[in-house]
């Protein structure tokens, strides 16, 4: 089954200026969803198509303005662009279900672990890049770490990074800096999202209304990281600035060094990148 137009599925007005044709993401899930949201709102393809094994998932990016299909090797056929967003372990069978369709074309693979040599080895002919984006790219403020494949060119750095800068910020990296990345930015929201949970509990605990922890440990984090974005200060700059002798913010502090915060939070990248290390050893 597939819902496929001859026509183009988004219409704009002549001032916007498409940069790419008709871009398509195999898998649809998660990330590959978040990818298609990103790329409608930002209209730089004017056209985008979401494929899915469950074609019913995809009817939300449909109103979105998305052409939705459960055949993968029609949806790669019409594409200029492929973003390739399937699991590791089911990229193989994909890859092998439309080879013929990625030829001569430009893929972005977001496959943790699986390195540019496979995929090159597998079809020579397309042109690769490997990504490493996280789960904030489904509010388009993701990071997204790439490595190009060594038949790309310079024209395909561009268009890489205006669509991985639809997600939010990108930076291209070598590739041996990949199990590292996934390590920090891929599990990184995990990391952060149990901080605010701490900072939430530690709210209620001292008597606040459940929603006011909440919001206010989540604004927290967000306006930190827009300051250090910013570069407003460095990390050790803002502590400085919010702590003064004698106050409540030292007393927080020493508890924290006391918890030995820094060495789990360190502790959990390292792990994280270890383990993508281990995955990816298997591949190749």
Excluded: H
Excluded at 168 to 187: F, H, N, P, R
């Amino acid at each position: 089954m597939q819902y496929l137009s001859t026509s183009k599925a988004l219409k704009f007005v002549e001032s916007v200026k498409v940069l790419v044709g008709t871009v398509t993401v195999i898998g649809a899930g998660v990330i590959g969803g978040a990818v298609v949201k990103c790329l409608i709102k930002s209209r730089i393809a004017d056209n985008v198509i979401a494929t899915r094994r469950d074609i019913n998932a995809l009817i939300p990016l449909a109103d979105l303005g998305a052409n939705i299909s459960d055949n993968n090797i029609v949806a790669a056929n019409q594409a200029e662009i492929v973003f390739l967003c399937v699991k590791p372990n089911d990229l193989e069978n994909v890859i092998k279900e439309i080879k013929d369709e990625l030829k001569g074309k430009l893929v972005i693979s977001t496959a943790a672990v699986i390195p540019l040599a496979l995929l090159e080895k597998t079809i020579p002919e397309a042109r690769f890049v490997r990504t490493m984006p996280n789960i904030a790219a489904m509010v388009g403020e993701s990071f997204t770490a790439y490595s190009m494949g060594v038949t790309t060119v310079l024209e395909d750095k561009e268009v890489t990074e205006k669509l991985l800068k639809t997600m939010g910020t990108c930076m291209e990296v070598e590739e041996k800096y990949m199990d590292a990345v996934t390590g920090l930015s891929g599990s990184g929201p995990a990391f952060i999202a149990i901080v605010i949970e701490a900072l939430t509990y530690a709210g209620l605990r001292v008597g606040l209304p459940r929603e006011l922890c909440r919001v206010a440990s989540a604004q927290s984090v967000l306006g930190t990281a827009k300051m250090i974005m910013e570069q407003t200060c460095t990390p050790s700059e803002l502590a400085e600035m919010v702590t003064t002798p004698g106050g409540t913010t030292i007393e927080g502090i020493y508890q924290i060094e006391d918890g030995k915060l820094r060495t789990a939070l360190m502790n959990a990248v390292q792990a994280a990148t270890k383990k993508s290390s281990s995955i990816r050893s298997k591949w190749g």
